[in-house]
Each structure stands twice: as structure tokens, then as C-alpha cells.
């Protein structure tokens, strides 16, 4: 779970390194980065396939509300992929200058790539909204960086993604409710097809 951790927080870390430093060579940095990344994320899939699922319980609370981290296989995977791909966006965006949009696009790259790897490993329906809220974030910013005539698109993209957000928010808040708890795997034994969890899973769907 450790090189997992590590795949996720070096994006982060090095999102608000940059927002505080803004290094000349910013592109290099986040190539450097990347690569650490997702040389942790071969760890974590090697482990991943060696010791089988592994989890991580954050905050002290009931292992119902508690916030946990679970690494299978699947999610190492992606984490992977998802850690790849960024990096050959970074080289192509380093390469070609105008392609990035200016010196904020690396670290609301990092910020991205730093949301897939916690929304890969999330195993609760508050952190997915909480990884799912800053995908979001990063996603308009990065529209916005295209220039003015990509701000209105970008508006518009905030407003449907904020409307979203409340309608995934309220199923979760429907789930607790029920159930008294967020945790995916103990809701998928205790959950039961009456009209509260359906509603709950239209409005997350929905978001």
C-alpha cells in the first residue's frame, strides 16, 4: 500500500510545490514526477498481484465510516495507466509550449493526476465524492487555461459538474441515513432494494 500512497502523493505534493515555487522549468519537474509515480504504481501492481488486496483505515473511526484506502489488482492497474498517461502528456506539453497553455497548467495536471490515483483506491462513497469534486475542479481549470473563448464552456462545465456533485452528495447522504454507514464493501452486504437505496443510487448515478 506504501508505493500505492507514494503514486498518489507525489502528484500532490508536487501540484502545491509548484503553485508556491513556480520553477522556471516546470515541465521538467512534472516529467520527473511522473515517472517517480508511476514507477511506484509498478510496485503497488507487483504487490498488488503477490499479496492480494491490501487496505488502509485513515482517520480512527468505525471501519463504517472510517476513511479507507483498498489496493486490488484492478485499481494498481489503473493506477498504472492512469500514471503513464500522464507522463506522455507531460513530455508532448514540455515539448510543444503552446500545447500546455501557460506554466498553471502543470500543476492542475498534477492536481488530476493526483484525483485518479485517490479515486482509484477509494473504497468509501465520501472519499470517491471528495476525489470526484477535485477531478472537477481540475478539469474546468484546465478548460479555462485554452483562453477566453474557452471560459463560457468552462462556466458551463463548473454548473453541470456542481449539479452533479449535490445529486452524488445527497444519494451518500441517503445512504448514511439508511445504513449508518459509507463503507462500499459493508454497504453491498447490507443494502437492500427498498425505495431509500434506489433513490439513493439514481441520484448517484445521476452525479
Known sequence: MSAALLSLWLPLAGAL???LLRPRHAGRWVIALNLASLLAAAVALQLAMELG?????IGGWESGLAI???LSPLAALLLVFSAGLHLLVALYAARIPHAAGGQDYWPLSCLLQAALAALWLSADLFNLYVTLE???LAAVAL?????RRAWR???NYLLLS???SLAYLLGVALFYGRYGLLDIALLAQLAVADAPTRLALLLMSLG
Do not use: N, T
Request: glycine content about 8%.
Open 162 to 164: 456542481l449539479a452533479a
Open 68 to 70: 479507507r484506502f483498498q
Open 143 to 147: 478548460v479555462a487555461l485554452a483562453g
Open 153 to 155: 464552456p468552462a462556466l
Open 17 to 19: 510545490l509548484l503553485v
Open 53 to 57: 488486496v491490501q487496505q488502509l483505515y
Open 134 to 136: 477535485l477531478l472537477g
